[in-house]
């Protein structure tokens, strides 16, 4: 069992930076593999990123490549998405989500724990 919990949400200018953070509970952290997603408003959940129980592979959605960074601390049990050059369509719910294998880390139905999710606004 994980238990996931976001924070570092915010309201922030266009060209502004945000870092989000995801504490999990629960022993199998450091085996599980970890993505972002998030939702806007009357859109459906999206991929953002990736990143493998070892850190060692990550991967981004097309929309946010060269602006977002994951990374994970398994000592801390946490996993973060630095948020440069943000812009006003990153505007959404992000949540983070741990899956127990990441061979499907690109849909939703991939995770198999979620967190309850942070809101990002920017504004323009």
């Known amino acids: 069992q994980v238990q996931l919990v976001e924070s570092g949400g915010g309201l922030v200018q266009a060209g502004g930076s945000l870092r989000l953070s995801c504490a999990a509970s629960?022993?199998?952290?450091?085996?599980?593999?970890m993505g972002w997603f998030r939702q806007a408003p009357g859109k459906e959940r999206e991929f953002v990123a990736y990143?493998?129980?070892?850190?060692?592979?990550?991967d981004y959605a097309t929309s946010v490549k060269g602006r977002f960074t994951i990374s994970r601390d398994n000592a801390k049990n946490t996993v973060y998405l630095q948020m440069n050059s943000l812009k006003p369509e990153d505007t959404a719910v992000y949540y983070c989500?741990?899956?127990?294998?990441?061979?499907?880390?690109?849909?939703?139905?991939?995770?198999?724990?979620w967190g309850q999710g942070t809101q990002v606004t920017v504004s323009s």
């Open positions: 990143i493998s129980w070892s850190g060692a592979v990550t």
């Open positions: 629960g022993r199998t952290f450091s085996s599980a593999a």
């Open positions: 989500a741990a899956a127990r294998s990441g061979s499907k880390y690109l849909r939703s139905q991939g995770y198999d724990y």
